[in-house]
């Protein structure tokens, strides 16, 4: 019974990221790194065993603690590569928590390529 439950929630969460990634921007991870340069950590689940439904890609810039979090776009199941990816948001590494578009601007003004 307890594996259906997760089986489930897992179900849900996938349902639920799947209808708000419509309203995501969709970014090409070359274009943040060409706007900020090379992150100090890259990763993905593209080629996760087992590659899990929601495939992420995230780009860490370590000195600032911000984190770029991308969502494949494409359907559940597709194989890799993904030539496309929405932007799920940003987050500081540290804790894992959510920092705004405002915050991640200000941290990553240093960085930003003219």
Known sequence: MRIQHIIVAA???AFVALSQAKEMLTVDPAQIIAKYGKPD??????YDKP??????????YKKENVRFTLLANAPIGSPPPYTSWKLMGFQDPRDNSVISAEEMERRMRGRKKQ
């Open 11 to 13: 179900a849900l969460g």
């Open 51 to 60: 590659r899990p439904p929601l495939v992420t890609r995230m780009l860490e």
């Open 41 to 46: 950590r890259t990763k993905s689940t593209e």
